[in-house]
């Protein structure tokens, strides 16, 4: 499997903080995404990365920002978090846009 | 409409039995079509790739039809050990889209 983690993998946080979530790729892979999933609706994309540098929107980026400054890390920023944004969040790499994606343990975000 | 949509079931069958899951997609140029399998509280781990042809892998088949835009999973002989949510992903624009899955319970 490749390596990927996910930090923080818990975090409680209140609205309207600023909130970093970080995942870490150690298998080179030029593609990242970042994912919620909630009962009900599966997983939905947030956004996703194709290379250093280039991002793109997934179907539900409102209220997040990502970054990708080097291959192996994408962050993604909830800039004021809302309660709608409590989720578990995971991450996942590839290193094709055809290829099969390989995730992280997730991450569990609640909004107080 | 949906990208991808999926029967969210539950599914309840006995040990032994066959079952199929159907995905459905809405965008015709999607070129890979994968299934995944979640465990409760755990991430999503790839069970297989979906090729043009079809392809198996011991109990299970998968099935690709790019005129119906659908793809489907069949699980023979089912274990105790399969119950889990089955998710099925399309890429449309190398944006990976995962329909909502399926929970299958496989009981004694």
């Known amino acids: 499997d490749a390596g990927i983690t996910q930090s923080p993998r818990h975090k409680v946080t209140e609205t309207g903080t600023p909130v970093t979530l970080r995942c870490h790729q150690t298998?080179?892979?030029?593609?990242m995404y970042w994912y919620r999933q909630d009962p009900g609706h599966g997983l939905r994309l947030i956004h996703y990365?194709?290379?250093?540098?280039?991002?793109d929107k997934g179907e539900v980026s409102d209220g997040y920002s990502v970054s990708r400054s080097k291959t192996e890390d994408f962050l993604l920023t909830l800039e004021s978090a809302t309660s709608s944004q409590t989720s578990v969040y995971f991450c996942?790499?590839?290193?094709?846009?055809?290829?099969?994606?390989?995730f992280g343990n997730g991450t569990r975000l609640t909004v107080t | 409409r949906k990208e991808v949509e999926q029967d969210p079931g539950p599914f309840n069958v006995p040990e032994g039995a066959t079952v199929a899951f159907n995905c459905t997609y809405s965008?015709?140029?999607?070129?890979?079509f994968f299934w995944y399998r979640q465990d409760c509280r755990k991430e999503p781990k790839l069970l297989m790739s979906?090729?043009?042809s079809g392809n198996e892998d011991g109990r299970f088949t998968a099935q690709l039809n790019r005129a119906s835009q659908y793809i489907s999973l069949l699980i023979r002989d089912s274990k105790l050990s399969d119950s889990a949510t089955y998710l099925c992903?399309?890429?449309?624009?190398?944006?990976?889209?995962f329909g909502a899955g399926t929970r299958l319970t496989v009981k004694p």
């Open positions: 996942a790499s590839s290193g094709t846009g055809d290829s099969p994606l390989h």
């Open positions: 298998e080179n892979h030029r593609y």
């Open positions: 990365s194709y290379g250093v540098k280039d991002t």
């Open positions: 965008n015709s140029a999607s070129q890979s």
């Open positions: 979906v090729y043009s």
């Open positions: 992903v399309v890429n449309p624009r190398g944006d990976m889209r």
